[in-house]
Antibody, heavy 125, light 108 residues
Framework: QAQLVQSGPELKRPGASVKVSCRAS????????VSWVRQAPGQGLEWMGW????????NYAQKFQGRVTMTTDISTETAYMELRSLRPDDTAVYYC??????????????????WGQGTLVTVSA | DIQMTQSPSSLSASVGDRVTITCRAS??????LNWYQQKPGKAPTLLIF???SLRSGVPSRFSGSRSGTDFTLTISSLQPEDFATYYC??????????FGQGTRVEIK
């Protein structure tokens, strides 16, 4: 069955960058996209952006434009999310999720399924 | 950006109760509305996609419906394993997806 496995927890200083990985298995990677969602402690879900597993197209939430980069490595079926200029309020659990969208603007039926287990990123001096 | 307003933010219910959670979109999103369940310390899991389609393996006591820009998640008979936080999500906008604020379902 489809599965996403994320990299381990990170502790970063303010101003640093973090790169979280998300390795896919059990499905054809290029038939789906990957979305990234974060959740601050005790808070709700916040969509950060999406990358196509098909054509490397990306779509970032305006809030993160200029500070986030999402990439994929087709050979290892791994997606990456890099967030730069970290601040303490970036402390959160970061999730990747399989997204049915492969082409921007074309939305097939389906939701984010499955999700990775989450990666805790702590930003503290 | 499309805003998703979920209500209530929390509710207390008993096992066997019928529970309804509502999500209102700030503009038309067609039927591009999904529902997720999240338990403490765990990743969210998909329950319902495209308004009313039940994900494989999800119990039939969960259902979804729509009236215009108002969407509803109904749990027909609450079970002990259903105590969790529920989120709606729109995937209509090409600008990007947005989630509701969440509804925490607690034991009365």
């Amino acid at each position: 069955q489809a599965q996403l496995v994320q990299s381990g927890p990170e502790l970063k200083r303010p101003g640093a960058s973090v790169k979280v990985s998300c390795r896919a298995s059990g499905y054809i990677f290029t038939n789906y996209g990957v979305s990234w969602v974060r959740q601050a402690p005790g808070q709700g879900l916040e969509w950060m952006g999406w990358i196509s597993g098909y054509n490397f197209e990306t779509n970032y939430a305006q809030k993160f434009q200029g500070r986030v980069t999402m990439t994929t490595d087709i050979s290892t079926e791994t997606a990456y999310m890099e967030l730069r200029s970290l601040r303490p309020d970036d402390t959160a659990v970061y999730y990747c999720a399989r997204d049915p969208i492969t082409i921007l603007g074309v939305v097939p039926p389906g939701g984010f399924d499955p999700w990775g287990q989450g990666t805790l990123v702590t930003v503290s001096a | 950006d499309i805003q998703m307003t979920q209500s209530p933010s929390s509710l207390s219910a008993s096992v066997g109760d019928r529970v309804t959670i509502t999500c209102r979109a700030s503009q038309s999103i067609g039927g591009y509305l999904n529902w997720y369940q999240q338990k403490p310390g765990k990743a969210p899991t998909l329950l319902i996609f495209t308004t009313s389609s039940l994900r494989s393996g999800v119990p039939s006591r969960f259902s979804g419906s729509r009236s215009g820009t108002d969407f509803t998640l109904t749990i027909s008979s609450l079970q002990p394993e259903d105590f969790a936080t529920y989120y709606c999500q729109q995937t209509y906008s090409s600008v990007g997806s947005t989630f509701g604020q969440g509804t925490r379902v607690e034991i009365k």
